[in-house]
Each structure stands twice: as structure tokens, then as C-alpha cells.
């Protein structure tokens, strides 16, 4: 469940008490495990997967209750209304820092100046993409004036010195943002909940990434690119999906030795636990589309030097979970990517009953060395999918899984968390045994996903109860008491 989807009285959840009371449940129900989708800003289709920045954290999901604690913030600038929208929000957070500014004691500003210097590297960038982006009235930057657009250097060094406060203002959302993350990860851990955040292995083409670096992605010098990301025809879509995100220039990737890769997952190993790398299979092979393609049935697989980029992230950051998401069309280079780095790999029981006995999300062909979901946020609903299945399929799905009586979601569940699989997540509308209209995305589509929310009382005592007596009987279960907060979670071959 993403950190959007909490409850709290605006326009969507954020690093608020809900989101340390949602900890609490989730212990609670003997859990010890928090998956979200990227903390990214997003654009306005709210989608997680097409962040600004590969970097920087929503300031939407900032907690702006901590800020009137801290003093930076009236509190009648919240209390005026409920259900801020996105600009009130960051008006909110301005304030913040024009009182930040004036009150804060020397140990903030330390801390402040620290953060700054510390991620340097793309937090500039970043902060000038944004200022020129509000300038320009949130247009992509390829549609900026040429300067701009081109990022040249001699403009910007003046734009940044005539724009210092509003660059500072970005600066200050991000601090915000990464210490109150830190503080909710930290409370987590301390309560034996480890959290797996989720790297989209493309960026998007209007982020601060490209924009600033275009001389790792696959774009002219106009900043349009001729081919871009996608996968063909899939279980989700007869014409595939076309995500319109540029490919990288491996080539020159590989000649700074994937230092823009290893600079990305230092970022990912502040923020999470354990990381899914989103279309694993792009590591290995991606597809590329002409962009004059409406769709994704046209194109072509590329290899990609997956090898020598996992060999460069894994020596760095050895301690770190990467988790291969290796759904869709999976081809024996992908397999073999997968496993020379002891990845686990994701099994999902809703594609289980095609009817073939070598279907590898099968219960009897799962492997250790995975995690079994009862779906993902690609989904729909277990209850929905169920009920829109043939008599016959059910009737397979019922034989497949012992004869007994089907009682969806949880029969799924139960399958889940009785798999040899190290890991079991269950998407949180399966535990309300949520029906049609709680999907929270559907693929290749823009309109209306990202918005679902768990409201404040609905993950109850009673559903609760009946999660944690059924991961007791699956010998799953957490137990706090017995936890040591002083571990560390093992990567990749022992999760």
C-alpha cells in the first residue's frame, strides 16, 4: 500500500500519524514487511512511475502538522480547511521556510546545510528544473526557450543567483521531506517493519534527470528522443504499453562506470530496506518503440548490460535488498540475470491458473528465493478478478488449490502465506476483501489511478486478528518480542 493511499483529511495520505499508526496495525496483524510504489514528485496524472525526479521526494507527502510542532507553521494555515490542494500545500511549506529562516536554532541550520551538501549532486538540478518548470507554467522543458531547454551554463549561473530564495524554497521542501521519511523508517525498523520502496528502472523524459543530463539518455538535440520505453503485447494490454520514457546511452553510462546509476541507488539505500527494481527485464533486454508509434506493438528487443550494472551496484551497496520484478515477457537472459545476483524474483498467484502444469506462479512451482503476492497495484482486486472469472476457471482455481471451498480473498491469501516463497505480500485491498472500484491502477491507461485510500478504522481489530492467526498457522508470523532492532536485513540471497 503506497503512503497516498493512507487516510488523513486532505487530498491524499502523506507522512503524517496515520502513517505510524499504520506501522502499529501492520505489527500488529504480525506483518514485518511495508511495500510502497516510488516516493517520487509526480505530474499531475499523480503517477509514481513518471517522477519529476529520480531523486527527490513528493513534497505532497510531507506531514505539514510537523511543521506546525516545529513552530515553522500557523497553525490556522491548516485548520482554515481541510483537503489542501497540491499548491496550498506548497504554500503551506513556503511559509515554513520564511519562518524556518528566522527561528530556527544553529543545530537545524547545521542539519539544514549538511543535507544540502550532502546531496549536491542532483539536489541543484533539481531545484533549478523545478523553478524554471513553475515559470514556464509546467510545460515539459524540451518546450522551454532554447537556454533553458539546452541548460546552458552561463544562463543558469544567472538565473540561480537572480532565483537563490525560490531554489532555497526547494531545498527546503526536500530536508523536510528526507527527515521526516527518516523519522517514519526509523520507528518502523524499531518495530521489526522493514520497508521495500520500488526504483522505476526508467526516468521520465520531462524530469530533472534528463533535463540535466542528457548526455546518458537517448534523446537529439532538440531533447526529443526517436525511440522510447515500452513493453509489447502482455497479460495487461493487446497493444502493449507504451510509457514514452527515453532509453539510456549505456554506452556512455558505462564509460563513467555507471556513476549516475550508483549515485541513483545511494538515494534508493537512504530511503528503503529493500528495492524492487520496476521491469527488471529492461536490465537485460528493453523494448524499444519509434516514437511515432501510437501504441507498443511495434518494436524491437536491445540488449542491455544488466551484468555489469548489477556488478557495480551489488559491490557498492552490499547491504542493500534489490528485488527483481520480473513480470511480463521473461526470456531466458532475464532468468539468468536474476539469478547469477541471487535476486528474488516476484510470483503472482492471480496468473497461476492458465491451465499449465509448468506455470511457474503455480503454488506447487514456486522457489525459495521469491516473493509470492496475491496481486500488485497492476492488479485488480482479488474479489473482482475472482468474480469475473468462468465457472470453469473457478472451478480449475478450487482443484489447484486442494478442492476445498473457495472463500476469495482470503483462500488466496491463506495460499500466499502457506508458499515456500522467503516473502508473502498482500496488496491491503485483499485484506479488506475489497471488490469492483478499489483497483489502484489500471496499466496503459492515465485517468482516474493513484487515488484509492484506506479510510481511518477500515484495517480493524477483526481483520487484524484473522491476518495474524493465519500467519500464525503458516508459521509467518512477527513477533515483536523476540525482534532485535539492532539487525540488519540480509540482501539478496537471504532475505
Not at 500519524?17 to 511495500?35: K, L, N, P, T
Not at 499531475?44 to 510531507?62: F, T, W
Not at 521491469?279 to 536491445?302: C, D, K, M, T
Request: proline content about 5%.
Amino acid at each position: 500500500m503506497h503512503i497516498t493511499s493512507l487516510p488523513g483529511p486532505h487530498a491524499y495520505g502523506d507522512i503524517s500519524r496515520h502513517a505510524y499508526e499504520f506501522v502499529d496495525q501492520i505489527c500488529e496483524a504480525g506483518f514485518s514487511a511495508w511495500q510502497i510504489l516510488p516516493l517520487g514528485p509526480t505530474h499531475e496524472d499523480l503517477c509514481p512511475y513518471q517522477s519529476l525526479s529520480a531523486h527527490a521526494g513528493n513534497p505532497q507527502l510531507i506531514n505539514l502538522e510537523w511543521l506546525t510542532k516545529k513552530g515553522w507553521l500557523a497553525p490556522e494555515k491548516l485548520h482554515s480547511k481541510n483537503n489542501l490542494n497540491r499548491q496550498e500545500r506548497i504554500n503551506c511549506i513556503q511559509n515554513a521556510y520564511n519562518q524556518f529562516k528566522l527561528i530556527a536554532n544553529s543545530d537545524e541550520k547545521h542539519a539544514w546545510q549538511k543535507f544540502i551538501d550532502q546531496n549536491h549532486h542532483w539536489l541543484l538540478d533539481y531545484a533549478l528544473f523545478m523553478v524554471l518548470r513553475n515559470e514556464f507554467d509546467h510545460s515539459s522543458w524540451v518546450d522551454w526557450p532554447r537556454g533553458y531547454r539546452d541548460a546552458d551554463e552561463h544562463l543558469l549561473q544567472e538565473y540561480k543567483f537572480q532565483h537563490e530564495e525560490k531554489i532555497n524554497t526547494i531545498f527546503f521542501q526536500q530536508y523536510i521531506f528526507f527527515q521526516q521519511w527518516r523519522e517514519l523508517k526509523s520507528y518502523a525498523n524499531q518495530k521489526g517493519v522493514f520497508i521495500i520502496g520500488d526504483m522505476p528502472i526508467f526516468v521520465a523524459h520531462d524530469s530533472a534527470e534528463v533535463w540535466a543530463n542528457r548526455q546518458y539518455f537517448a534523446i537529439n538535440e532538440h531533447g526529443m528522443a526517436d525511440f522510447v520505453a515500452g513493453v509489447p503485447p502482455d497479460y495487461f494490454s493487446e497493444t502493449g504499453q507504451r510509457w514514452g520514457n527515453p532509453h539510456y546511452q549505456w554506452d556512455k553510462l558505462e564509460q563513467d562506470d555507471f556513476s549516475w546509476w550508483v549515485e541513483r541507488m545511494r538515494t534508493q539505500a537512504q530511503l528503503y530496506d529493500g528495492v524492487r527494481i520496476d521491469h527488471f527485464r529492461g536490465l537485460a533486454q528493453y523494448w524499444e518503440i519509434p516514437a511515432s508509434e501510437e501504441n507498443a506493438i511495434h518494436g524491437q528487443w536491445v540488449d542491455a548490460p544488466g551484468e555489469k550494472l548489477l556488478q557495480k551496484l551489488t559491490q557498492c551497496f552490499p547491504q542493500l535488498t534489490l528485488i527483481a520484478e520480473d513480470l511480463g515477457t521473461i526470456t531466458p537472459d532475464v532468468i539468468k540475470l536474476r539469478d547469477d545476483f541471487s535476486l528474488p524474483g516476484m510470483l503472482i498467484l492471480q496468473f497461476a491458473f492458465s491451465g499449465d502444469n509448468d506455470n511457474p506462479y503455480l503454488p506447487e512451482n514456486h522457489t525459495g528465493n521469491s516473493l509470492v503476492y496475491t496481486a500488485t497495484h497492476d492488479n485488480d482486486t482479488t474479489v473482482n478478478w475472482y468474480q469475473t472469472l468462468t465457472p470453469e476457471t473457478k472451478a480449475y482455481i478450487s482443484e489447484c488449490l486442494g478442492g476445498g471451498p473457495i472463500d476469495m480473498p482470503w483462500t488466496l491469501i491463506k495460499t500466499a502465506f502457506d508458499s515456500v516463497a522467503q516473502l508473502a505480500i498482500i496488496p491491503m485491498q485483499d485484506l479488506l476483501s475489497l471488490g469492483d472500484g478499489h483497483r489502484m491502477n489500471i496499466p496503459g491507461t492515465t485517468q482516474g489511478n493513484w487515488q484509492w485510500r484506506l479510510m481511518e478504522g477500515q484495517f480493524n481489530y477483526e481483520i487484524r486478528s484473522k491476518a495474524h492467526a493465519m500467519l500464525e498457522s503458516s508459521n509467518r508470523v512477527f513477533d515483536p518480542a523476540n525482534y532485535d532492532s539492532t539487525q540488519v536485513i540480509q540482501p539478496n540471497s537471504n532475505l
